[in-house]
Structures are given as structure tokens and as C-alpha cells.
């Protein structure tokens, strides 16, 4: 008998967020059938006298002195809920010291170039660009000579240029 009368509010429950989400245009049509009867229609009419109330306080009962009185009284008698506070993880506290010192050790040798004092003097020859093979010969010469000076005339002026600063020249 209980299981019954759990079912059936169970389905007016279900029926009744059934007709809610067909108000908001997420459920489909089959529940327009049963919105034709007189549970349905009055069903529809709150839904609808809920929505405009909420939409428009004109239409919106002000609440009276009593109602406001019972209220402010029940929210006093309430219980004030305390969360415990939040423990501070051991491993947590760990780690964020960890990637602060990550993070130092990083920005120091990054930086450790710039505040020796001493300006780097380091320079790598890749090739030397004036020095021929030991085992070029002269006729190969003129052919490169010849290939490439070609390739000058027919590429036209290079869009990538050698440049110097000269420290001492002013403008």
C-alpha cells in the first residue's frame, strides 16, 4: 500500500517536472495530452502565475509583518554551521617551498651571465670563409668562381646582408 502511494507521487513529481522542462523548451511534446486535462491546465496556470511573479515584483505578494517576524526568528534559532579549519597539508607546505627554490635556482643561473661583471669572450669559428680545400686546384676554382658569379647576376641583390657595429663610431 505504501509502495503504491510512493509511486504515485513519484510519477506526479516526475509528471510535474515533466511539464517544467516543456515550459523551458527541453522536453518533447508527449506530455502536451495530458496538460488538456483539468490537473494539467491548473498545473500550466501555476507554473505560469510562479514565472510572472518572478519575472515582474508588481505581481509579487509583499509578505507580511508576522510572516517577516517568524522568519528573522526561525533564521535566529538556527544553528550557526562551523566548518573545521582547513589543515595545512604537510606535503603541500613541501612542495610550494620545493618550487620556490626551483624557481631561485632558475632565475640565478638564467641571470649569472649578466652579473659576472665580465662580458663573454667567448667565439666559435665555424668555418673559415676566406680558406680554400687543401685539395681544391685551380681549375675547380674558376668553375666555382664562374658558377657562382652566375647565380649573382641571375638571383639579383640578396635580401639578407653582413653587417658590423663598430663601438667607437658615432653617428
Excluded at 509502495?3 to 515550459?23: C, Q
Excluded at 657562382?148 to 658615432?170: I, K, N, T, W, Y
Amino acid at each position: 500500500m505504501q509502495t503504491a502511494a510512493k509511486s504515485v507521487e513519484i510519477a506526479e513529481a516526475s509528471w510535474e517536472e515533466s511539464v517544467s522542462a516543456w515550459m523551458d523548451g527541453e522536453d518533447s511534446d508527449d506530455i502536451l495530452p495530458s496538460l488538456l486535462s483539468k490537473e494539467g491546465r491548473q498545473t500550466w496556470d501555476t507554473y505560469h502565475l510562479i514565472g510572472d511573479s518572478l519575472r515582474n515584483a508588481d505581481l509579487a505578494l509583499t509578505p507580511s509583518a508576522a510572516f517577516q517576524s517568524r522568519l528573522a526568528r526561525a533564521l535566529d534559532a538556527e544553528l550557526p554551521i562551523v566548518a573545521a579549519p582547513r589543515r595545512r597539508s604537510p606535503l603541500r607546505v613541501g612542495l610550494s617551498g620545493l618550487a620556490v627554490a626551483a624557481a631561485v635556482a632558475t632565475v640565478a643561473w638564467v641571470a649569472q651571465p649578466y652579473l659576472t661583471g665580465t662580458p663573454a669572450t667567448e667565439v666559435r669559428v665555424l668555418a673559415d670563409a676566406s680558406g680554400t680545400p687543401a685539395s681544391a686546384t685551380a681549375a675547380d676554382d674558376a668553375g666555382l668562381r664562374d658558377y657562382l658569379e652566375a647565380h649573382r647576376q641571375m638571383a639579383g641583390p640578396s635580401a639578407v646582408r653582413q653587417v658590423s657595429f663598430d663601438v667607437g663610431a658615432g653617428r
